[in-house]
Structures are given as C-alpha cells and as structure tokens.
Nanobody, 115 residues
Framework: VQLVESGGGLVQPGGSLRLSCAASGFTFRWYRMSWYRQVPGKERELVAS????????NYADSVKGRFTISRDNAKNTAYLQMNSLKPEDTAVYFC?????????WGQGTQVTVSS
C-alpha cells in the first residue's frame, strides 16, 4: 500500500489549496478514504472522510462549509479542496486508508496559512 500526498504549500488567509492523494497497492475503489491533520504537540485529527463510492462524506465541524473531500476511483486518487483557509488550518495533512483493521498513511504534506 502506498499513499502519496501532494499540493501543500504556503497560502495567505482566505486563499485556497487542493490536496491530492495518489493511492496504489490496493483496490482503491473498495475503501473509505480520509484526510487527517496534525500540528506539533497535538494529536492527529480527522478532517474529512469519504465512502468508497463517494456517496457519503463527513467533516470536522471546524472545516464544514470550507473544505470538500472527493475521489476519482478511475484515477485511484482522493482530493481535499480547501477554501477560505485560516491560520488555524496550518498543519501537516495526511491521507489515510483503513483496510481491514489496519491504518495506512501517506508521508504528509505541509499546509501553512500565513500573511
């Protein structure tokens, strides 16, 4: 299993970024995919999750209305569109796949929201 995130960077408050997670080594279309984030000294927190077909999504209260999770099962890729970014969104963002009882993680991509 391999998950590779991309799309992070430095953005001003109010700006947008789109993160991508390229998946390989498993049957992507069978599994729920999630995005988490973590800041130093804090636990990793769930940001958004999407069902295997994309028909069901859920979000942390802190990002509802600003972030959108999606997936393209033909491309084995999950996305996180982040709009109206705030300084408190600054974190390392991780892609996650729960396969059976085992969690798989990407290496993470840094998102920094600052003027």
């Amino acid at each position: 299993v391999q998950l590779v995130e991309s799309g992070g960077g430095l953005v001003q408050p109010g700006g947008s970024l789109r993160l991508s997670c390229a998946a390989s080594g498993f049957t992507f279309r069978w599994y729920r995919m999630s995005w988490y984030r973590q800041v130093p000294g804090k636990e990793r927190e769930l940001v958004a999750s999407i069902s295997s077909t994309g028909g069901s999504t859920n979000y942390a209260d802190s990002v509802k209305g600003r972030f959108t999770i999606s997936r393209d099962n033909a491309k084995n890729t999950a996305y996180l569109q982040m709009n109206s970014l705030k300084p408190e969104d600054t974190a390392v963002y991780f892609c996650n796949a729960l396969i059976g009882s085992e969690d798989f993680w990407g290496q993470g991509t840094q998102v920094t929201v600052s003027s």
